[in-house]
């Protein structure tokens, strides 16, 4: 049982480089989150998907794109990086209620330098 | 005023003490409650739901207090193991969309 699983869990980016982080979720759930989580802020939004075909902005959606490529994978893209994106990135699934609470992947770890 | 808000801590306790973590929300119309744990440096894992009449899972007991707008979670009779950062997690009126409180770090020491 795979569960979200996200790629890579490592990166180091120079500044105004791009990169795409990948995930992915074999639950059959509707919806996909990604977060990012600084020290003492906690998680915060970045964008969801509600379903296939849809995606919204979350609190802090600047700087960032989405993909929702078909039900099982949902893909974060930054343009032009910044050193304000140093974070912890996870990615997350959830049944269409949000019910049973969301399902992370492990996190990617990214540094801009 | 953020929307989940959580003492950061660090609650340093002995193994085999009671501790309890508190939590209030700010959106009175908010539908579904969670703590979540992670550990240092992996994704946050579902604890335990928490319900309005309460609920307990083995050592651990949570409490919805809608009135008063906070949840509560304690746990008993605390192991090395249970050393971890407790998030509390609230989701709002509409859509699926969960509310990450900042955690509270708890470290139980032999």
């Known amino acids: 049982n795979a569960g979200v699983t996200q790629t890579p869990k490592f990166q180091v980016l120079k500044t105004g480089q791009s990169m795409t982080l990948q995930c992915a979720q074999d639950m059959n759930h509707n919806s996909m989150y990604w977060y990012r989580q600084d020290p003492g802020m906690g998680l915060r939004l970045i964008y969801y998907s509600a379903s296939e075909g849809t995606t919204d902005k979350g609190e802090v959606p600047n700087g960032y794109n989405v993909s929702r490529l078909n039900k099982r994978e949902f893909s974060l893209r930054l343009e032009s990086a910044a050193p304000s994106q140093t974070s912890v990135y996870f990615c997350?699934?959830?049944?269409?209620?949000?019910?049973?609470?969301?399902?992370f992947g492990s996190g990617t770890r990214l540094t801009v330098v | 005023r953020k929307e989940v808000e959580q003492d950061p801590g660090p609650f340093n306790v002995p193994e085999g003490a009671t501790v309890a973590f508190n939590c209030t929300y700010s959106n009175s119309a908010s539908q579904s409650f969670f703590w979540y744990r992670q550990d240092c440096r992996k994704e946050p894992k579902l604890l335990m739901s928490v319900y309005s009449s309460g609920n307990e899972d083995g050592r651990f007991t949570a409490q919805l207090n809608r009135a008063s707008q906070y949840i509560s979670l304690l746990i008993r009779d605390s192991k090395l193991s249970d050393s971890a950062t407790y998030l509390c997690?609230?989701?709002?009126?509409?859509?699926?969309?969960?509310?990450f409180g900042a955690g509270t770090i708890l470290r139980v020491k032999s």
């Open positions: 997690v609230v989701r709002g009126e509409y859509g699926n969309k969960l509310v």
């Open positions: 997350a699934s959830s049944d269409n209620g949000g019910n049973y609470g969301y399902t």
